[in-house]
T-cell receptor, first 110, second 115 residues
Framework: QQQVKQSPQSLIVQKGGISIINCAYE??????FPWYQQFPGKGPALLIA?????SEKKEGRFTISFNKSAKQFSLHIMDSQPGDSATYFC?????????FGAGTTVTVRA | ETGVTQTPRHLVMGMTNKKSLKCEQH?????MYWYKQSAKKPLELMFV???????ENNSVPSRFSPECPNSSHLFLHLHTLQPEDSALYLC??????????????FGAGSRLTVL
């Protein structure tokens, strides 16, 4: 059973545009919600993360919005750049277990 | 060497072969993980070791056998695999399982093809 559902599967955005990726979860015991970025030929790398007692976290052009009551969280990439083209995974953490979404492939067109 | 290093990066094996994947972390972390990554699917947790003790075996077939000789090294021994086992196998490490702080550092992965 997939514990974290991620959408869309892929998206294309123009340079300078906004990319939005959404995730939903069911288990209220999750205590940490990271996003990982993966480039071809590389392993996933932590991009940004949020704890459930915070509704928003911003780091540069990347923002996580977290809605605890709806059990949903999203990643916003502002002013998207060609270098942001990658696959993005949301995850939810309980102890040592990370449950990942299926990933979103983002393509930024110049 | 820094971070998490995986070897080999690519491996092709027949169904009757025996091979091993190796992972080494240079971060001083206490926990190490094996994940399986298949196209369009979520990363699947296979095994977790904390301080060299296995704490998770996520219903993985016995043809996959992990080994953690010390906190810096992790192996995945492979034998009599099936073509559906072809995937990217990712090793990761983390410092802590503390709530709100479990951050994984991944290696680049070993791309396995089973013929």
């Amino acid at each position: 059973q997939q514990q974290v559902k991620q959408s869309p599967q892929s998206l294309i955005v123009q340079k300078g545009g906004i990319s939005i990726i959404n995730c939903a979860y069911e288990n209220t015991a999750f205590d940490y919600f990271p996003w990982y970025q993966q480039f071809p030929g590389k392993g996933p790398a932590l991009l940004i993360a949020i704890r459930p007692d915070v509704s928003e976290k911003k780091e540069g052009r990347f923002t996580i919005s977290f809605n605890k009551s709806a059990k949903q969280f999203s990643l916003h990439i502002m002013d998207s750049q060609p270098g942001d083209s990658a696959t993005y995974f949301c995850a939810a953490v309980q102890g040592y277990k990370l449950s990942f979404g299926a990933g979103t492939t983002v393509t930024v067109r110049a | 060497e820094t971070g998490v290093t995986q070897t080999p990066r690519h491996l092709v094996m027949g169904m009757t072969n025996k091979k091993s994947l190796k992972c080494e972390q240079h971060l001083g972390h206490n926990a190490m993980y094996w994940y399986k990554q298949s196209a369009k699917k979520p990363l699947e947790l296979m095994f977790v070791y904390s301080l060299e003790e296995r704490v998770e075996n996520n219903s993985v077939p016995s043809r996959f056998s992990p080994e953690c000789p010390n906190s810096s090294h992790l192996f995945l021994h492979l034998h009599t695999l099936q073509p559906e086992d072809s995937a990217l196998y990712l090793c990761a490490s983390s410092q802590s399982f503390s709530p709100g702080a479990n951050v994984l550092t991944f290696g680049a992965g070993s791309r396995l093809t089973v013929l």
